[in-house]
């Protein structure tokens, strides 16, 4: 192995770099969803949220459990970085171990990591039409598909 796992590898320090870039922009989602059920004029998440007003009107009732759309979207963003982000770092650790050739694997750590927060940016914070967020959701997902594949080969030929 070497010096495969070391801070003075390119990859290892684009891992780390981008790993910590891509928990921020996910814990960050759920600050931005507050945000968007905020400024959507009451529009709480959950009936304790709506009892704890003061208000206990059937009407105002019906207003914070409605779904908005603006805060419905950047739910769905934060939901597809929680399906997707987990995945890669996981694999993305495992992909670093089969010394990949360090310039490769930091153009593909660096990739995922720009797709996922332009990911956000086209879905959550400027949303634009299809098949934008398609395309930069599929090249993200190519990517960790690709290291996946490439752990498994490694593994398979020990």
């Known amino acids: 192995m070497g010096n495969v ?37 009451k529009n709480s998440s959950n009936t304790e949220l709506e009892k704890s007003s003061g208000d206990k009107s059937s009407e105002y009732a019906e207003m914070c459990l409605k779904v908005n759309p603006d805060v419905e979207r950047v739910r769905r963003a934060h939901l597809n970085d929680l399906e997707n982000i987990p995945a890669f770092l996981f694999i993305g650790g495992l992909y670093l171990m089969t010394n990949p050739a360090p310039n490769t694997a930091s153009l593909l750590i660096k990739t995922y990591t720009g797709c996922r927060v332009l990911h956000s940016l086209v879905y959550a914070v400027r949303p634009m039409p299809p098949p934008t967020r398609g395309i930069i959701w599929g090249v993200g997902y190519g990517i960790t598909f690709y290291m996946a594949v490439k752990v498994a080969i490694h593994v398979i030929r020990m």
């Open 5 to 41: 796992l070391t801070v003075e590898n390119k990859a290892i320090q684009s891992y780390a770099l981008c790993s910590s870039i891509l928990v921020m922009k996910m814990l960050l989602m759920a600050p931005l969803t507050v945000k968007e059920r905020i400024s959507a004029k």
